[in-house]
Structure formats: structure tokens, C-alpha cells
């Protein structure tokens, strides 16, 4: 009996598989037949597509697509594009030098704006030394002017004396020099002389033992002090100017083409000037590049333009100071390239394709880049004015495959007039942030 349940059991568990397989190959032939068996569904209700096309549903409504990869586009608009070179360098005095001793001595006074970092304006007194040695030469100078004077009126009388012997004699011949003393009468002459310009040198070295700035400038560094001996050309300070600094700015040779130097100098190039070393500083500096250097770097062949900056320290302006040998990133304003295109470089396919989408197709496009930045290149190609850019990554981008076009999905948000006027506000506030 239980032989023959068995049986049973395994016959109708084989029926029922067999029904089951039948089935679902009888659903699987009918797609084959009937590939057209797309169904939306809508407040409930099926309806069929006979159509080989995709289908959304949308507020009760059947919205048909064709099949195909989809896009955001951007309409190209020509623009004039100004080419800002980016460059960096170091700030540099335009001129330093040491401020040295004439004569010798022992030092009197330092001025107190003889400090390490000190301003100072030319003709300031920054240092005095003893000058009692030097006014005892002077006495002494003068005594010997006296003496040499005296010397040549003395000659002077003898020539004159030398001359009436002569002609008491009766001598027909005039009188040689030797008879007239001449040779006498220059010495005196020209001790005199000798004897004035000692005196000089007395009276300028007195005056050498107070040493005055020679221009306006800070100390950048002191090396003497009160009581010390020093020997002529001693070195008393370093010292630099403050009326303007220098920034040595390399540029490419493919920068260069997008700027033009007068190598007279008869020029002001506009440039901004940023804090290399804190990126928080959001302080510019305004410069302008006068002249360039007349021969290229030997190692990178980059020509050295240079840019000058007024009143680094902000002694006569509010801005604040910009110190020597600091670090800075310029951007200088070069040409003005008109009608131009700037592309987001993630939108490029390659060094320099981009896609279009004229009449729902892809059309691969390549473009001569005039331009470019890290992150955009721009061209000039005229047959992209008004053409359609593709935005989206695009996996199959062959010329003439079909793509539909969807909108921006902001675009599609809904805003309210308190967010569309700060929407307003913002994109203004950027743009005169640019223009500065």
C-alpha cells in the first residue's frame, strides 16, 4: 500500500513540474512573437503600447520617450575674455645697500632710528662721531693756508723787485724767467693751493663725522654700537628703500604671447598680488610691471618681467604692509581675446573635443584651443556660437547617436520670490566681486 502511494505522490509532483515549465516557455515565446508588450499603468487602468518606445507615467498622463543616452546641454555664448597670466615671486627692495663710514673715529651718538626695522626719511642723523680730532685739524689746516699765503706775497714782492733791478742796470734784453722769479712765484702759488684744499678736506671730514641718510629707507640691519672704534668704510648698516619694492615675475615663452612689453620700460601692466603663504589673507596688492629683464633664464628660458609696488608698507596708505622677501602669487592682466568660448575642461572629450547636440544627435566636434587655464579652455571658433554643449558624461558619444535632452534639475525646483530675489542678490554680489 505504501509502494503505491509512493507512486502516486512522485507522478503528481512530475505533473505539476511539467505543467509549471510549460507555462512560463509558452510567457517567454509570446515576448519573442510580441516584443511589443510594454505596459503603463494609470489611475488604475492598463493601457497597451504597440510602439517601440519607453514610457513614464506623470500626473495620470502617458509621457513617450525615444530610447537613447541622456544629456543637460549649455548654450555657447561668445564673450570677450580677459587672459590673466598666473606667475609667482619674491619681494625685493628696489635698491639696498650698507650705509658706511667716511672717516674714522669713536662713535658719539646712534640715532634711535637706527634699529633693527626702522624707518627713517633722507637727511635724517643716524650716527655722530667724535669730532674734536677733526676740528683740531681744521686750526691746523688754517695755519698752514696762512703760512702759504704769506710765502706767496713774499715771492710776489722779490719778482716785482727782481723786475726794477733789471731795468736800473740798463739791460736791452727783457728778463728771462729765472731773473723774474716765475719758477719761485708758482710754488708759492701752487703751495697755497695745496694748502687750501687740506683745508678743505678738514672741514669735510668734520662734517663726515655726522653720517645722514641718503634716502628714504628702513634698517634692516645695525652693526655698531654707542663707544665702538671704527676705521673708515666700516660698515655701519644695511639698509634698503621703502618708496617702492620689486617682484621678479617669470613668464613662458607661451605666457609672452599673450602679453605686450615695451622693453623701454614706457609701460604700467596692471597686476594683483596675493599672499603666497597664507591662503587666508585675502588682502591685494596692486602693482603694475614697468620694465623686463633683458636676457632669458639659462635653466628654464622664462623671461623675468618686473613689477613695482608703491609704498610696500603702507606708510603713507592704509593697505596693509608687504614685506621684503615675502613669497607672493601674481596675476597679471594680459590681452583681451574677443568673441571668445570658455569651456569647463570637464566637458571635454580628449585634448580638445567637445560634444554637441544639433538635432537630437551627438555631433563630435574637434576646437583649436586658443587659450586655457586649469580649469577651462577657451576658443575661438565661431561655428560654436549658439550651438548646444553637452554637460552630462556621455558613455557612447559617436557622431549621430540619438540623445534626448533633459533639463537642469534645478531648473526644474520650484523658487520662491524670497529665494529667486537672494538668488538675485548673490549672482550680483559675484560679479562686482569679479570685477574688482
Same mark, same amino acid.
Given at each position: 500500500?505504501?509502494?503505491?502511494?509512493?507512486?502516486?505522490?512522485?507522478?503528481?509532483?512530475?505533473?505539476?513540474?511539467?505543467?509549471?515549465?510549460?507555462?512560463?516557455?509558452?510567457?517567454?515565446?509570446?515576448? !519573442?512573437?510580441?516584443?511589443?508588450?510594454?505596459?503603463?499603468?494609470?489611475?488604475?487602468?492598463?493601457?497597451?503600447?504597440?510602439?517601440?518606445?519607453?514610457?513614464?507615467?506623470?500626473?495620470?498622463?502617458?509621457? /513617450?520617450?525615444?530610447?537613447?543616452?541622456?544629456?543637460?546641454?549649455?548654450?555657447? =555664448?561668445?564673450? %570677450?575674455?580677459?587672459?590673466?597670466?598666473?606667475?609667482?615671486?619674491?619681494? +625685493?627692495? &628696489?635698491?639696498?645697500?650698507? @650705509?658706511?663710514?667716511?672717516?674714522?673715529?669713536?662713535?658719539?651718538?646712534?640715532?634711535?632710528?637706527?634699529?633693527?626695522?626702522?624707518?627713517?626719511?633722507?637727511?635724517?642723523?643716524?650716527?655722530?662721531? %667724535?669730532? *674734536?680730532?677733526?676740528?683740531?685739524?681744521? =686750526?691746523?689746516? !688754517?695755519?698752514?693756508?696762512? &703760512?702759504?699765503?704769506?710765502?706767496?706775497?713774499?715771492?710776489?714782492?722779490?719778482?716785482?723787485?727782481?723786475?726794477?733791478?733789471?731795468?736800473?742796470?740798463?739791460?736791452?734784453?727783457? $728778463?728771462?724767467?729765472?731773473?723774474?722769479?716765475?719758477?719761485?712765484?708758482?710754488?708759492?702759488?701752487?703751495?697755497?693751493?695745496?694748502?687750501?684744499?687740506?683745508?678743505?678736506?678738514?672741514?669735510?671730514?668734520?662734517? +663726515?663725522?655726522?653720517?645722514?641718510?641718503?634716502?628714504?629707507?628702513?634698517?634692516?640691519?645695525?652693526?655698531?654700537?654707542?663707544?665702538?672704534?671704527?676705521?673708515?668704510?666700516?660698515?655701519?648698516?644695511? =639698509?634698503?628703500?621703502?618708496?617702492?619694492?620689486?617682484?621678479?615675475?617669470?613668464?613662458?615663452? &607661451?605666457?609672452?604671447?599673450?602679453?605686450?612689453?615695451?622693453?623701454?620700460? %614706457?609701460?604700467?601692466? $596692471?597686476?594683483?598680488?596675493?599672499?603666497?603663504?597664507?591662503?587666508?589673507?585675502?588682502?591685494?596688492?596692486?602693482?603694475?610691471?614697468? /620694465?623686463?629683464?633683458?636676457? @632669458?633664464?639659462?635653466?628654464? &628660458?622664462?623671461?623675468?618681467?618686473?613689477?613695482?609696488?608703491?609704498?610696500?608698507?603702507?606708510?603713507?596708505? #592704509?593697505? $596693509?604692509?608687504?614685506?621684503?622677501?615675502?613669497?607672493?602669487?601674481?596675476?597679471?592682466?594680459? !590681452?583681451?581675446?574677443? %568673441?571668445?568660448?570658455?569651456?569647463?575642461?570637464?566637458?571635454?572629450?580628449?585634448?580638445?573635443?567637445?560634444?554637441?547636440?544639433?538635432?537630437?544627435?551627438? @555631433?563630435?566636434?574637434?576646437?583649436?584651443?586658443?587659450?586655457? *587655464?586649469?580649469?577651462?579652455?577657451?576658443?575661438?571658433?565661431?561655428?560654436?556660437?549658439?550651438?548646444? @554643449?553637452?554637460? #552630462?558624461?556621455?558613455?557612447?558619444?559617436? *557622431?549621430?547617436?540619438?540623445?534626448?535632452?533633459?533639463?537642469?534639475?534645478?531648473?526644474?525646483?520650484?523658487?520662491?520670490?524670497?529665494?529667486?530675489?537672494? #538668488? !538675485?542678490?548673490?549672482?550680483?554680489?559675484?560679479?562686482?566681486?569679479?570685477?574688482?
Amino acid at each position: 500500500m505504501q509502494i503505491i502511494f509512493r507512486t502516486f505522490t512522485a507522478i503528481a509532483f512530475l505533473a505539476i513540474g511539467y505543467w509549471v515549465s510549460t507555462m512560463l516557455f509558452s510567457d517567454k515565446e509570446d515576448e !519573442k512573437k510580441n516584443p511589443r508588450s510594454r505596459v503603463a499603468t494609470s489611475g488604475g487602468k492598463g493601457k497597451k503600447s504597440g510602439k517601440s518606445k519607453s514610457t513614464k507615467s506623470t500626473g495620470g498622463n502617458v509621457v /513617450h520617450k525615444n530610447r537613447g543616452q541622456e544629456t543637460t546641454v549649455s548654450e555657447l =555664448i561668445p564673450l %570677450d575674455y580677459q587672459v590673466h597670466l598666473q606667475t609667482q615671486g619674491i619681494v +625685493r627692495p &628696489r635698491t639696498e645697500t650698507k @650705509l658706511n663710514a667716511l672717516v674714522p673715529g669713536n662713535i658719539k651718538h646712534i640715532s634711535k632710528k637706527l634699529q633693527d626695522g626702522a624707518f627713517f626719511k633722507k637727511g635724517d642723523l643716524l650716527v655722530e662721531l %667724535d669730532p *674734536t680730532d677733526y676740528a683740531s685739524k681744521i =686750526i691746523t689746516a !688754517k695755519a698752514s693756508v696762512a &703760512r702759504a699765503q704769506a710765502s706767496l706775497a713774499q715771492e710776489k714782492a722779490r719778482a716785482a723787485q727782481a723786475l726794477r733791478n733789471w731795468q736800473d742796470i740798463g739791460f736791452d734784453e727783457e $728778463p728771462n724767467d729765472l731773473v723774474l722769479r716765475k719758477p719761485q712765484l708758482n710754488e708759492a702759488s701752487a703751495n697755497v693751493a695745496a694748502q687750501q684744499a687740506g683745508l678743505d678736506k678738514a672741514v669735510r671730514d668734520l662734517d +663726515r663725522t655726522k653720517i645722514y641718510a641718503p634716502f628714504d629707507g628702513r634698517i634692516r640691519k645695525r652693526n655698531v654700537g654707542p663707544g665702538e672704534s671704527i676705521g673708515a668704510n666700516s660698515s655701519l648698516a644695511e =639698509i634698503y628703500t621703502t618708496d617702492y619694492a620689486e617682484i621678479r615675475l617669470p613668464l613662458s615663452a &607661451r605666457q609672452l604671447t599673450q602679453i605686450d612689453i615695451n622693453e623701454q620700460g %614706457d609701460q604700467a601692466i $596692471p597686476v594683483d598680488l596675493t599672499d603666497a603663504l597664507d591662503e587666508k589673507n585675502l588682502t591685494i596688492w596692486k602693482a603694475v610691471v614697468k /620694465h623686463v629683464e633683458g636676457e @632669458l633664464d639659462e635653466t628654464s &628660458r622664462e623671461l623675468n618681467v618686473i613689477a613695482h609696488i608703491a609704498d610696500p608698507f603702507g606708510t603713507t596708505n #592704509s593697505h $596693509p604692509p608687504l614685506r621684503m622677501n615675502q613669497p607672493v602669487k601674481a596675476s597679471i592682466t594680459a !590681452k583681451t581675446i574677443k %568673441d571668445a568660448f570658455v569651456i569647463n575642461r570637464k566637458f571635454l572629450y580628449g585634448a580638445n573635443e567637445i560634444l554637441l547636440v544639433e538635432d537630437g544627435e551627438i @555631433l563630435r566636434k574637434e576646437i583649436d584651443i586658443a587659450w586655457s *587655464t586649469p580649469d577651462s579652455i577657451i576658443t575661438t571658433d565661431t561655428y560654436l556660437a549658439g550651438k548646444l @554643449l553637452a554637460t #552630462s558624461r556621455i558613455n557612447y558619444a559617436k *557622431t549621430g547617436t540619438p540623445i534626448n535632452v533633459t533639463e537642469d534639475e534645478k531648473k526644474n525646483e520650484k523658487v520662491t520670490e524670497p529665494e529667486a530675489k537672494k #538668488s !538675485k542678490d548673490f549672482t550680483k554680489a559675484s560679479v562686482t566681486s569679479t570685477a574688482k
